[in-house]
Structure formats: structure tokens, C-alpha cells
T-cell receptor, first 118, second 114 residues
Framework: SAVISQKPSRDICQRGTSLTIQCQVD?????MFWYRQQPGQSLTLIAT?????????ESGFVIDKFPISRPNLTFSTLTVSNMSPEDSSIYLC???????????????FGSGTRLTVV | AQSVTQLGSHVSVSEGALVLLRCNYS??????LFWYVQYPNQGLQLLLK??????LVKGINGFEAEFKKSETSFHLTKPSAHMSDAAEYFC????????????FGAGTRLAVHP
């Protein structure tokens, strides 16, 4: 299965600033996904990033707040812009993955970025 | 609309006891179903996945889940709980074999006490 390196693992940021989170995959993948996990909550999909096209955002998430880049098939970034304390969450990237059996797919996740906005 | 419901936000069991975490889904098409585990301060780890090949799915760490179409359920079980099983467990669903998003349940926090 794919191995995902996500950076930074955690950060404490001042309100009004921006943070860019990086996700590097050890194999080429078509789709990458960005999720948010608010404190004590489940995961919510922010957007789907396809290489070579603009990301597709879920309801409640906008590009101005969460711009995403996908320059190639192994890398993506998510920026959290103009941060407020409400943005304090864990942000995770994910890729669709083969689980070692033909035609069997799963989703592998990065270790997450724990963001605290003060 | 597709959705996932996990019954019980907190489950507590004794070490050695049966673990049962409940998951029900709502879907108009055959789903792909997943169970993930999240240990404190860590990312998500796949426990197992239902792919329609077999209704009883065996996963890692002794966990298994049974897909019951008539009950629209995919409950996670483990015969004997270990202290190391204490974690957050998420049921998730997707609706195609590829390029589709996961919809997560709210999660169930499992506590294991001596």
C-alpha cells in the first residue's frame, strides 16, 4: 500500500496567518483527498484533488479559505488561510490505494497535521 | 443520500470480553464499507474492508466484521479485547471502486479496562 508523508505533524499558529500542509506519496496516485477532523469529531472531506485540474470542494469549504495545489501525481498541498481559532483541527490527506489484491481499493491516510490557532 | 451511523459514541469493555462496535449504513447502491482505527495522536489505520467478495471480513489485530444487507449493517467484533485496543473506531462507506470519497461515521471510542 502507499506510504504518505505529511508535514508538519503539528503547528501552533497566530490568528490571521496561513499554514501550508504538505502531503507526499511514495507512488503515483490519481486522486488525493483532504479531510478535517475537528476536536472530538469525525472526519469531514474538504476537497478532492486531481492532478492537472482544480480541486473539487465539498459543501461548506471554499477555495479562498483552503487553496489546494496538486502539481504532480505524488504531491499535494493544502493551505489554511487567514486562520481563526475555529480552524484548530487535525488535517489529514488520503489517497486511494490498492490493498495488494487486484481490483481491491482502499484509502490510506497520512499521519495528520494537528493545528492549533491562538 | 448515503450515510453512516455508528451506534454508541463510547463503548467500555473489560479486558478479555467481546468487543462489538455497531455500524449501519444507508445507501441505494451496493456500498464499499470500511473500518478504521485511530490511536491517540495518530492517523487512521485500516482495519478491514468489505468488497462484496465475502460477507464475513477478517481484518488486522483479530477484528472482523460481517456485512448484512438485510440489516444494512457492518458491525465490528473481536472475541477478546486487549488493553491495546483502546482507541477511536470509525466506520466509513464509499460507493464505487475508485475515485470516490469516504463518508465517515461519527466514531466510537472504545475503552478497555482491566
Amino acid at each position: 500500500s502507499a506510504v504518505i508523508s505529511q508535514k508538519p505533524s503539528r503547528d501552533i499558529c497566530q490568528r490571521g496567518t496561513s499554514l501550508t500542509i504538505q502531503c507526499q506519496v511514495d507512488s503515483q496516485v490519481t486522486m488525493m483527498f483532504w479531510y478535517r477532523q475537528q476536536p472530538g469529531q469525525s472526519l469531514t472531506l474538504i476537497a478532492t484533488a486531481n492532478q492537472g485540474s482544480e480541486a473539487t470542494y465539498e459543501s461548506g469549504f471554499v477555495i479562498d479559505k483552503f487553496p489546494i495545489s496538486r502539481p504532480n501525481l505524488t504531491f499535494s498541498t493544502l493551505t489554511v488561510s487567514n486562520m481563526s481559532p475555529e480552524d484548530s483541527s487535525i488535517y489529514l490527506c488520503s489517497v486511494e490505494d490498492h490493498l495488494g489484491q487486484k481490483g481491491i481499493y482502499g484509502y490510506t491516510f497520512g499521519s495528520g497535521t494537528r493545528l492549533t490557532v491562538v | 443520500a448515503q450515510s453512516v451511523t455508528q451506534l454508541g459514541s463510547h463503548v467500555s469493555v473489560s479486558e478479555g470480553a467481546l468487543v462489538l462496535l455497531r455500524c449501519n449504513y444507508s445507501s441505494s447502491v451496493p456500498p464499499y464499507l470500511f473500518w478504521y482505527v485511530q490511536y491517540p495522536n495518530q492517523g487512521l489505520q485500516l482495519l478491514l474492508k468489505y468488497t462484496s467478495a465475502a460477507t464475513l471480513v477478517k481484518g488486522i489485530n483479530g477484528f472482523e466484521a460481517e456485512f448484512k444487507k438485510s440489516e444494512t449493517s457492518f458491525h465490528l467484533t473481536k472475541p477478546s479485547a486487549h488493553m491495546s485496543d483502546a482507541a477511536e473506531y470509525f466506520c466509513a462507506v464509499s460507493f464505487s471502486g475508485g475515485y470516490n470519497k469516504l463518508i465517515f461515521g461519527a466514531g466510537t471510542r472504545l475503552a478497555v479496562h482491566p
